[in-house]
């Protein structure tokens, strides 16, 4: 099955860019019909979807939450079968826990989440 | 954005006796199409990442017990625990994607009372 684990820094300075991957075993991130999403969680409150990528063996279409998007790019490897996410100019406001994961989807929008990566947590701080 | 409304945010249980979380959604997310409720819920343990538990409002994930079933439609939403075990205590989440951005509900906490 399908299994997704978060790699990188567990601390950013504000202003800077927050980079982390994802590698995907049990599946080729090419393969049509999966919506690769990011997730985070700041500590004690609840979740939120940040975006995904999808059609990667054709379009290799993007799709983010408005609330991120002007920060926000999430591309993919296919040769190290794992995708990214890159979220610029952060502050405190953007620390949290960060998830990966996997689903079906329609058009542009992914459906349930699963399977979840076991999370990495990025502290912004100086 | 749909806004997903969950209540309580925390309840108490005793081992054996049901428990019932709510979820209220700012639109119907029902499909009018194919007459699917774009729901699901997920499970959240201390230290785990989240797990889903339900889709379509009422579909149980494969492996996952029946004492755990959704029920609702169009914006009321209900997932209901018939007999609380220990292993249950966790956070719930609702998850709509019926339209982008998805959207969670804000979690509930249950607990062994």
């Known amino acids: 099955q399908v299994q997704l684990q978060e790699s990188g820094p567990g601390l950013v300075r504000p202003s800077e860019t927050l980079s982390l991957t994802c590698v995907v075993s049990g599946a080729s991130v090419s393969s049509g019909g999966f919506y690769w999403s990011w997730i985070r969680q700041p500590p004690g409150k609840g979740l939120e979807w940040i975006g995904c990528v999808y059609n990667i063996g054709s379009t290799g279409s993007t799709n983010y939450n408005p609330s991120l998007k002007s920060r926000v790019t999430i591309s993919v490897d296919t040769s190290k079968n794992q995708f990214s996410l890159k979220l610029n100019s952060v502050t405190a406001a953007d620390t949290a826990v960060y998830h990966c994961?996997?689903?079906?989807?329609?058009?542009?929008?992914?459906?349930?989440?699963?399977?979840w990566g076991q999370g990495s947590l990025v502290t912004v701080s100086s | 954005d749909i806004v997903m409304t969950q209540s309580p945010d925390s309840l108490a249980v005793s081992l054996g006796e049901r428990a019932t979380i709510n979820c209220k959604s700012s639109?119907?997310?029902?499909?009018?199409?194919?007459?699917?409720?774009?729901l699901a819920w997920h499970q959240q343990k201390p230290g785990q990442p989240p797990k889903v538990l339900i889709y379509?409002?009422?579909t149980r994930e494969s492996g996952v017990p029946d004492r755990f079933s959704g029920s609702g439609s169009g914006t009321d939403f209900t997932l209901t625990i018939s007999s609380l075990q220990a292993e249950d205590v966790a956070v719930y989440y609702c998850?709509?994607?019926?339209?982008?951005?998805?959207?969670f509900g804000g979690g509930t906490k249950v607990e062994i009372k």
């Open positions: 994961a996997s689903s079906t989807g329609r058009g542009n929008i992914p459906n349930w989440f699963d399977p």
């Open positions: 379509w409002a009422s």
């Open positions: 639109q119907s997310i029902l499909y009018n199409s194919n007459k699917m409720n774009y």
């Open positions: 998850q709509q994607y019926y339209s982008s951005p998805l959207t």
